[in-house]
């Protein structure tokens, strides 16, 4: 008996392919584009993720927030949110191993931070700093990883700097100043 795959023909067109192992009859969708792949799994079923959640927890949680007499029409919206959001941070956690939950904490926390800092502000800073980038040209290096060197650099230099977009604040300091507002530099 071989070990060779069985291909066949896919519906869903040119970037996937069904394969068949002959030994096991195991069927397999083998994606040929990994980026295809990483946007269809981490964006395109989070509406089906949604629909998952609302089966898991809507019908409970609205029905503990209504039995507040106490609260406002608001105050229950908000109750609500909070309650969801709380719910889908305590999947993501628990779904990773903890070496990468913690990671995600940590990267969650900087970009929430971040995203307070733009609204505050009404600035996009990823999009001040990609500008700041536009100094450096490759052909200026020798070599890549001389470049490499240089937006490090410019990097770490940047994000430590007073940026007129934060009257002169630097977005370091303003991002750990959001995110105590939150306790979440701790």
């Known amino acids: 008996m071989t070990n060779r795959r069985k291909t066949a023909k896919n519906e869903e067109g040119p970037d996937t392919r069904v394969e068949i192992n002959p030994e096991t009859g195991e069927i397999s969708t083998v994606f040929n584009d990994e980026e295809m792949v990483a946007q269809k799994q981490l964006w395109e079923k989070n509406p089906k993720r949604t629909m998952a959640m609302r089966d898991l927890w809507y019908v ?16 229950k919206r908000e109750m609500a949110f909070m309650m969801a959001t709380n719910s889908v941070l305590d999947i993501v956690m628990d779904a990773l191993p903890e070496d ?87």
């Open 60 to 75: 409970d949680m609205i029905q503990s927030v209504d039995e507040d007499e106490s609260m406002s029409p608001e105050g």
């Open 100 to 186: 990468l939950a913690m990671e995600l904490s940590f990267c969650l926390d900087s970009t929430l931070g971040l995203a307070i800092v733009n609204k505050t502000n009404k600035v996009d800073l990823m999009d001040e700093y990609y500008k700041a980038l536009e100094v450096l040209k490759r052909e200026d290096y020798g070599s890549d990883d001389e470049f490499d060197r240089a937006v490090e650099a410019l990097e770490e230099h940047w994000w430590s700097i007073g940026q007129p977009a934060l009257k002169m604040r630097s977005a370091n300091d303003s991002i750990i100043e959001a995110l105590a507002k939150y306790g979440l530099n701790e």
